[in-house]
């Protein structure tokens, strides 16, 4: 019996969601000193894209903010529910890395790690004080409060390797993730999110961890490039002849540094639609900065091709920091079976 993806989910992973509210301001700071803020198309200095935008400063109200984080903390609770429910045997993580693992030595569009474990390690107390402002309380949210081989499933992981390079993809194979930023060799902050916080740190489901170069360039693979690559791998965890039980996970996204509620919102109805017209017409001068995480989405997107599974967004809540829109949108969605077909 061939496995079956069974479930999926979509999530960001932004700082605001480990961070309360009170102080998304230590990141605003960053925001305002920032000469090359990425919104449609173009690069802003702060003061520029204030004056460009309406005015966001309701938004950043401390009540305003507190509701938007506390519906955040309630979705991602969501969503370890839909997990658990479907009861995966695997868990295949699409995620992109912030040069935190693959650096400018190698630098791969797609790659898939076929090991057996992956460390998932803390910071030091050097790392957490070397990070930009803001980001030092929120990165403890991607790592566990002690060294952690978390499992993974080779097997599988090796089968999507072959099946996707036989569709066209040269696709880079890690069974070693290498020492990276940190020295560690550990699963960078996409992936180890999806542990801490929607998981649970002491959650033993194996994963298949499959990196997108969605930020770097000069090779960050096509919208359209990664739903194909999707539909690949989505045929891929299909045909293997072992009756998994198989979720799918995206993680990264929405707009951001910059949110762009119009772009998200017609980006999730896409997603609701299945359009994947529209999907594979987002062009890479569109998707930059954080906004380039949405590959991820579309890589699943693809993935979910001929499941039958639903889609259902759980919630979207732009996060506003700043009166000139910076900030993180933050998007939920789950793909289920249609009541009675589990």
């Given amino acids: 019996m061939a496995a079956d993806i069974v479930v999926a989910v979509g999530t960001s992973h932004g700082p605001q969601l480990k961070t309360p509210p009170e102080r998304w301001g230590e990141r605003a700071v960053f925001d305002r000193r920032n000469e090359a803020l990425a919104f449609r198309r173009k690069d802003y200095a702060y003061a520029d894209l204030a004056a460009r935008r309406e005015d966001f400063g309701p938004q950043t109200e401390p009540e305003a903010q507190r509701r938007r984080y506390e519906a955040s903390q309630r979705a991602l609770d969501e969503l370890g529910g ?3 429910a479907a009861r995966p045997d695997v868990l295949v993580i699409v995620s992109s890395d912030h040069k935190e693992i693959f650096g400018d030595d190698s630098l791969p569009p797609f790659a ?3 090991g057996e ?40 992981a090796t089968h999507v390797i072959k099946h996707t390079m036989r569709a066209g993809f040269d696709v ?3 069974k070693e993730l290498p020492a990276g930023r940190y020295g560690n060799h550990g699963i960078p902050h996409g992936w180890g999110f999806v542990y801490q916080r929607i998981l649970g740190q002491d959650c033993e489901i194996p994963m298949v961890p499959v990196f997108v170069n969605t ?34 996970v995206a993680s990264g996204g929405l707009s951001h540094f910059v949110i762009d509620e119009d772009l998200d919102r017609a980006f999730i109805g896409a997603l609701m639609d299945a359009d994947d017209e529209y999907l594979c017409r987002l062009d ?3 998707l930059r900065s954080g906004t380039s995480e949405l590959r991820n989405w579309i890589t699943v997107a693809g993935a979910l091709e001929g499941t039958g599974l639903r889609p259902r967004l759980v919630d979207y809540q732009p996060c506003y920091r700043t009166e000139a829109g910076t900030g993180n949108a933050m998007g939920f969605m789950a793909w289920e079976p249609e009541e009675g077909t589990t």
């Fill in 82 to 84: 839909v997990v658990r």
């Fill in 112 to 114: 898939v790690y076929w």
């Fill in 117 to 156: 474990t992956v460390g998932h390690v803390p910071f030091t107390q050097e790392h957490l004080d070397a990070m930009a402002p803001g980001l030092a309380a929120a990165a403890q949210g991607d790592v566990p409060d002690r060294p952690m081989e978390r499992p993974c499933h080779p097997a599988l």
């Fill in 172 to 174: 880079s194979a890690s």
């Fill in 215 to 248: 930020f770097w360039e000069p090779n960050p693979p096509s919208a359209r490039r990664c739903h194909r690559f999707g539909q690949a791998l989505g045929a891929a965890i299909r045909s293997f002849p072992d009756g998994l039980r198989v979720g799918v």
């Fill in 284 to 286: 890479g001068e569109l």
